[in-house]
């Protein structure tokens, strides 16, 4: 199962035919992503989640597909019986990952990615699946190194507002590699960078949908601090894509995935009015505590051994999202 030559190119698969890939986290924005980009590569997709922050109009989307199955169920309490289920693949992508879910949701976040990702680590080890972890940029805390590559370790504060899902993260990245190294497990490791796009919820929290849903609506848009902070936006199909590049990786180690296109917050906002034409302004309101800096990753490691450019301008990006969110708001 382990790899030998971690530099050696990424060989993507024309067909997903015959193979099972299952997804935790299925009703989520990036997971329902993922899950049909995997149906219409021919594979079946088992799909888990218990709605904490997902949507059942995700999982009616990906119901459509005769290959896709789901089982709702908290993956930190137990996983469905998969015996005599052949599993090749498992994403875990389960985990609220908004900051405003970390003042309510913060044991949820905590146990999902310890207990969870131990429940679908020994799946992996029981089925000789391979297994991808879903990390984050925030492993890197508020980095003290611009940009970010991945062989920075990071500057996290361990008891601020933002440690449950931080640490948690750092947690699942060690038991991963720990089942990698102890168990020999196939495991994948990515470290996801701000990203944004359809199927996000509209009242989500974070500043991509916050800023169209104000713009939309005539609201003030509420930036957070001087707005001189900055992130990278990847938009979700250009993610996906990455994932599954790593996926089909040599390297156990983790790999930054996103979009280096690096915007102030401020920025960000006063595109997002002009480019929906809206009559909205802009408020500052306090900047919450640990909020990181500067945001941006190297994608140096990925792009050695893949393809792998993102696509999508933030322009056009912006522009389907805000499509979305005006076909949904027209919905209700
Ligand atoms: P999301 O909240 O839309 O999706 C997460 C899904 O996991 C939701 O459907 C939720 O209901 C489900 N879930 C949470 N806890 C669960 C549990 N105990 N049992 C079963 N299901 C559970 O968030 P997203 O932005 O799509 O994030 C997906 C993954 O990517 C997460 O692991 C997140 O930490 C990671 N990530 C996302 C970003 C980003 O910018 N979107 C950045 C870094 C990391
Ligand atoms: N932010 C903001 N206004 C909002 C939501 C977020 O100014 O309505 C800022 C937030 O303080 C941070 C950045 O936008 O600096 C990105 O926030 P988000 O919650 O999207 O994700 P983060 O990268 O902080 O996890």
Redesign the pocket.
């Known amino acids: 199962m382990s790899i030998s030559d971690p530099s050696k190119r990424v060989e993507l698969p024309s067909s997903m035919e015959g193979k099972t890939v299952l997804v935790?986290?299925?009703?989520?924005?990036?997971?329902?992503?993922v899950s049909e980009f995997y149906l219409n590569l021919g594979a079946k997709v088992i799909g888990?989640?218990?709605?904490?922050?997902?949507?059942r109009s995700?999982i009616e989307i990906l119901n459509k597909y005769e290959n896709f199955e789901f089982h709702e169920?908290?993956?930190?309490?137990s996983l469905p019986d998969f015996s005599g289920v052949k599993i090749d693949y498992i994403l875990?992508?389960?985990?609220?990952?908004?900051p405003i879910?970390f003042k309510v949701?913060p044991l949820?976040?905590m146990?999902?990615?310890s207990e969870?990702t131990m429940h679908l680590l020994e799946l992996a080890k029981d089925k000789g699946a391979r297994f991808l972890e879903?990390?984050?940029?925030?492993v890197y805390g508020d980095p003290e190194i611009h940009p970010q590559r991945e062989d920075y370790v990071g500057h996290v504060n361990p008891i601020g507002p933002r440690a449950c899902?931080d640490e948690a993260?750092r947690f699942a990245e060690a038991m991963t590699m720990s089942y990698h190294t102890k168990y020999g497990v196939d495991t994948r490791i990515?470290?996801?960078?701000?990203?944004?796009g359809p199927?996000?919820?509209p009242n989500?929290g974070?500043v991509i949908p916050n800023f169209i849903n104000q713009a939309m609506k005539g609201e003030d848009l509420t930036v957070y601090g001087d707005g001189l902070q900055t992130r990278s936006f990847?938009y979700?199909t250009d993610?996906v894509n990455a994932i599954h590049n790593v996926l089909f990786s040599h390297d156990h180690t983790p790999f930054n995935i996103?979009n280096p296109d690096e915007y102030t917050i401020l920025d960000a906002a006063k595109y997002i009015i002009e480019a929906l034409g809206s009559t909205s302004k802009i408020v500052h309101l306090e900047l919450p505590k640990d909020d990181p800096k500067r945001r941006r990753p190297v994608l140096d490691k990925l792009q050695a051994v893949s393809d792998y450019r993102p696509q999508v301008s933030f322009k056009d990006g912006i522009a389907k999202t805000a499509l979305y969110f005006k076909e949904i708001a027209q919905k209700n």
């Open positions: 935790a986290g299925a009703a989520g924005f990036v997971p329902s992503t888990l989640d218990n709605f904490v922050t997902g949507s995700n169920c908290n993956i930190y309490e875990s992508l389960a985990s609220p990952a908004s879910d949701l949820e976040i146990r999902v990615n969870g879903a990390s984050t940029s925030e899902y993260k990515i470290r996801i960078f701000n990203t944004y199927r996000m919820r989500d974070r990847c979700v993610l996103g």
